[in-house]
């Protein structure tokens, strides 16, 4: 898949949950898993299980596709 077509697929609706999207928006801030577990006040565990599904939504190859469909999209 490419970025465009992921970016037209993720603006005709948010799949994200409100976790996903968080977990996102940190990565996208430069936190680290670890950091983001702490602000959400989950396990770094769950955090790595928010950005999987995110990525699996967008059909992203990793995380920083994920992040830059998400952004592109105005989702985070």
Known sequence: SSIPQL????SMQDPLS???????????????TDEV??????????????????IQKFAASNRAMAIATAIRSGII
């Open 37 to 54: 577990a702490l602000i959400l006040g989950v396990s770094s565990n769950t955090v790595n299980s928010y950005i999987t599904h995110a």
């Open 7 to 10: 970016i037209a697929e993720a």
């Open 18 to 32: 409100d976790r996903e999207r968080e977990c996102l928006f940190w990565v996208s801030e430069g936190k680290t």
